[in-house]
C-alpha cells in the first residue's frame, strides 16, 4: 500500500488458476484483504466453471469477478453463462485479437496462427465492413461489441490516438443484425497465451 500510495485497492485478481495447490490458499488470502478493507472487490482471471466451484465447495464466497479471453472468435458461451448465473462479472482481455496488427508492437508471443492474421488482413474482413458502415475503426467495432455484450474491456495501447478511439465507443451500436452475426464467429478456446488457453487448465 506505501508503494502504491493507496489506501485501498479497487480490484484484486488472482492472475491464473495455475498452482491447483495453492489456489484456495491464494483465495483465502484476498477474501482476509478484503475484511480487513484493504481491497474493495475480489476477482480471478482465466478460472473456469471447475476452479470456481472449488471455492464454492470450500465454503468461501465466490470471486466478484473473473477476466478471461474475450472476443468474437473466443466467445466462451457456457463460462459466461455460468459466471452471469452466479452473479460473476465477466472482465473481457484481448478484445482485439481478430485485428492482424495484433500485439505486432509489443511482440509477445500467442498461440495466435498465421491464419488467423491472414483473416484479419483480408479486405473483405467482416470487422473492416463494420467498420466502414458505422464510420469507426475496426478496434471500436470489436470494443464496441464487448460492451454490447456487457463485458467490461480493458485494451492496452500506448498510442495516444488509439487511446482516445479506445474511449469513444458510445456514438454508435452495432445492429441486431451485425450481433447475430458476430455470435457465429466463435471459433473456441483463447490464443492470447502462447501455452494455451490457461481456463482449461486442470
Same mark, same amino acid.
Given at each position: 500500500m506505501e508503494r502504491l500510495q493507496l489506501d485501498y485497492?479497487?480490484?484484486?485478481?488472482?492472475?491464473?488458476? +495455475? *498452482?491447483?495447490? %495453492?489456489?484456495? &490458499?491464494?483465495?483465502? @488470502?484476498?477474501?482476509?484483504?478484503?475484511?480487513?478493507?484493504?481491497?474493495?472487490?475480489?476477482?480471478?482471471?482465466? +478460472? *473456469?466453471?471447475? %476452479?470456481?466451484? &472449488?471455492?464454492?465447495? @470450500?465454503?468461501?464466497?465466490?470471486?466478484?469477478?473473473?477476466?478471461?479471453?474475450?472476443?468474437?472468435?473466443?466467445?466462451?458461451?457456457?463460462l459466461v453463462s455460468?459466471?452471469?448465473?452466479? @452473479?460473476?462479472?465477466?472482465?473481457?482481455?484481448s478484445s482485439l485479437i481478430p485485428l492482424s496488427t495484433w500485439r505486432d508492437v509489443e511482440g509477445q508471443d500467442s498461440a495466435e496462427t498465421d491464419q488467423m492474421k491472414a483473416d484479419g488482413r483480408q479486405e473483405d474482413s467482416p470487422f473492416k465492413l463494420m467498420a466502414e458502415k458505422y464510420g469507426v475503426t475496426e478496434s471500436q467495432v470489436l470494443l464496441r461489441w464487448a460492451l454490447q455484450k456487457g463485458y467490461p474491456v480493458i485494451p492496452k495501447s500506448t498510442n495516444p490516438q488509439h487511446l482516445r478511439q479506445n474511449i469513444d465507443l458510445f456514438g454508435f451500436t452495432l445492429d441486431e443484425e451485425d450481433m447475430a452475426a458476430i455470435a457465429t464467429m466463435d471459433r473456441g478456446d483463447g490464443v492470447a497465451w502462447a501455452i494455451g488457453d490457461p481456463s482449461k487448465v486442470a
Amino acid at each position: 500500500m506505501e508503494r502504491l500510495q493507496l489506501d485501498y485497492v479497487d480490484l484484486y485478481l488472482i492472475h491464473t488458476p +495455475f *498452482n491447483p495447490e %495453492h489456489r484456495l &490458499e491464494q483465495w483465502r @488470502a484476498l477474501v482476509e484483504l478484503k475484511g480487513q478493507s484493504k481491497v474493495r472487490s475480489i476477482g480471478v482471471s482465466n +478460472f *473456469n466453471e471447475s %476452479h470456481i466451484e &472449488e471455492i464454492v465447495a @470450500a465454503g468461501f464466497p465466490v470471486p466478484e469477478t473473473n477476466q478471461i479471453e474475450l472476443h468474437p472468435w473466443s466467445q466462451k458461451p457456457n463460462l459466461v453463462s455460468y459466471l452471469r448465473e452466479e @452473479a460473476i462479472l465477466p472482465i473481457a482481455y484481448s478484445s482485439l485479437i481478430p485485428l492482424s496488427t495484433w500485439r505486432d508492437v509489443e511482440g509477445q508471443d500467442s498461440a495466435e496462427t498465421d491464419q488467423m492474421k491472414a483473416d484479419g488482413r483480408q479486405e473483405d474482413s467482416p470487422f473492416k465492413l463494420m467498420a466502414e458502415k458505422y464510420g469507426v475503426t475496426e478496434s471500436q467495432v470489436l470494443l464496441r461489441w464487448a460492451l454490447q455484450k456487457g463485458y467490461p474491456v480493458i485494451p492496452k495501447s500506448t498510442n495516444p490516438q488509439h487511446l482516445r478511439q479506445n474511449i469513444d465507443l458510445f456514438g454508435f451500436t452495432l445492429d441486431e443484425e451485425d450481433m447475430a452475426a458476430i455470435a457465429t464467429m466463435d471459433r473456441g478456446d483463447g490464443v492470447a497465451w502462447a501455452i494455451g488457453d490457461p481456463s482449461k487448465v486442470a
